[in-house]
């Protein structure tokens, strides 16, 4: 009997499955698919083992963000499992001078003013500058961020401020890799993209037009798109 690939999507950080909607309305009922939980670690690596624990047999992983971080991870512990990645609006550089100050000054602010306000200072440079003034995007995603608190960001950045250096080792991540990003990321940038398709042997790289760091939010359409091919194709 052969064992069938599930999709195992990974949100990123304060996000879960509604980054994903149409992805998921795209695939299910086509594949199995599911939604991994960040939720509860604090390091990358315990993340991408609690995933592959709670998802047996062969995987076909798809991450966001820090989830694409994760993604990355899950495909260096298990190879043999992970068939395909898709890696969108993320990076492989360790930390970088001034960030660890820098997050730990927002995890502060999240406990002193609350994760309402920590939404409202964060999401705005995460999308394409258009799309600041769209009330709807703005307030799902706010939404979504409030579902999270200030312990659950603390954890998530510690698991960033704490990640491996995955720049040493996806060379070695020989899967078909589908590599995404929206243009107009500021946070993860089209150039930090390309360096990833120069060191992973079986990367491509899609531009998602008029797209922030949130483009599977902003181009839900195109986004769905893409990853129904990868998965499916």
């Known amino acids: 009997m052969t064992t069938q690939n599930t999709v195992v999507l990974i949100p990123g950080l304060l996000c879960d499955r509604f980054v994903w909607g149409a992805v998921l309305a795209a695939l299910q009922g086509r594949i199995a698919v599911e939604v991994a939980d960040l939720s509860t670690q604090d390091n990358l690596p ?32 298990a190879p043999a499992r992970v068939q395909r990645l898709a890696l969108l609006d993320t990076g492989i550089h360790p930390l970088k001078p001034g960030e660890r100050e820098k997050r730990a000054e927002i995890v502060a602010y999240a406990h002193a003013h609350g994760i309402t306000s920590l939404a409202a200072r964060w999401l705005p440079g995460m999308v394409h500058p258009d799309r600041i003034e769209d009330r709807d995007l703005m307030a799902g995603l706010t939404t979504m961020v409030e579902r999270m608190d200030p312990d659950l960001h603390e954890r998530q950045i510690h698991a ?13 991540i020989t899967c078909p890799t589908l590599l995404a990003v929206g243009r107009q990321d500021q946070w993860s940038p089209v150039a930090q993209h390309e360096e990833m398709l120069r060191r992973m042997p079986n990367a491509t790289l899609t531009v998602i037009e008029n797209a922030g760091h949130f483009a599977p ?6 986004v769905a798109e893409l990853l129904q091919n990868w998965a499916l194709g």
């Not at 047996?56 to 990355?72: E, N, T």
């Not at 960033?160 to 070695?172: C, K, N």
């Not at 939010?217 to 195109?222: I, L, S």
């Open 46 to 77: 315990t993340m991408a083992q609690d995933t592959l624990t709670g998802f047996p047999g062969p995987l076909f992983v798809a991450g966001h963000s820090m989830g694409a971080r994760v993604a990355m991870e899950m495909a260096r512990l």
């Open 217 to 222: 939010v902003e181009q839900p359409a195109a």
């Open 160 to 172: 960033l401020m704490t990640r491996p250096d995955a720049s040493e080792y996806v060379a070695g």
